[in-house]
T-cell receptor, first 114, second 118 residues
């Protein structure tokens, strides 16, 4: 049973437009969510996170929205740039997870077209 | 800061041999290290969690005798794939977490190791 789901395996967006990546989760114990960016043959790099006590967190061009009632979060990138082309992973954890283990979604491959 | 390295970055081996992958935190002490594997177009799957000086905790379905994890110091953890078979071919990624005093300890990921078993 996949607890973190990214239902869109890929997304193409024109440069300068908004990219919206979606993530759903099923475990209501999750209270902290993270987005990672991954290039081929490299490890993931942390992008932005949000705690369940918030519904929005913004960092430059990146904004994460959390809808707890719907168990849904989204990452908005605006404006999108070609360098944003990568696989984006949504991850979740909870404070009772001991070592704060992360549960990852399958990722969404974003392609930003110049 | 917070750099994690892995060695080797890629390795090709014959079936039946053992392969050791090193994960190092270069500029911080990692209280916890995690090992993941990723198949093509799949998510990162947590294999095991290791704390320095203690035995690793393996996820369900991961054979501890096949994937030996040693976390001998606060900056080094090793994953040994014993008697490797072609189905063990995958991308192995480690991450390290430091005690920062924050509620959630951020994980810093290594660049990964591509293992191909012939």
């Amino acid at each position: 049973d996949q607890q973190v789901k990214q239902n869109s395996p890929s997304l193409s967006v024109q440069e300068g437009r908004i990219s919206i990546l979606n993530c759903d989760y099923t475990n209501s114990m999750f209270d902290y969510f993270l987005w990672y960016k991954k290039y081929p043959a490299e490890g993931p790099t942390f992008l932005i996170s949000i705690s369940s006590i918030k519904d929005k967190n913004e960092d430059g061009r990146f904004t994460v929205f959390l809808n707890k009632s719907a168990k849904h979060l989204s990452l908005h990138i605006v404006p999108s740039q070609p360098g944003d082309s990568a696989v984006y992973f949504c991850a979740a954890t909870y404070s009772g997870a001991g070592s704060y283990q992360l549960t990852f979604g399958k990722g969404t491959k974003l392609s930003v077209i110049p | 800061g917070a750099v994690v390295s892995q060695h080797p970055s890629w390795v090709i081996c014959k079936s039946g041999t053992s392969v050791k992958i090193e994960c190092r935190s270069l500029d911080f002490q990692a209280t916890t290290m995690f090992w993941y594997r990723q198949f093509p177009k799949q998510s990162l799957m947590l294999m095991a969690t290791s704390n320095e000086g203690s035995k690793a905790t393996y996820e369900q379905g991961v054979e501890k005798d096949k994937f030996l994890i040693n976390h001998a110091s606060l900056t080094l953890s090793t994953l040994t794939v014993t008697s490797a078979h072609p189905e063990d071919s995958s991308f192995y990624i480690c991450s390290a977490s430091m005690t920062s005093g924050r509620t959630y300890n951020e994980q810093f990921f290594g660049p990964g190791t591509r293992l191909t078993v012939l």
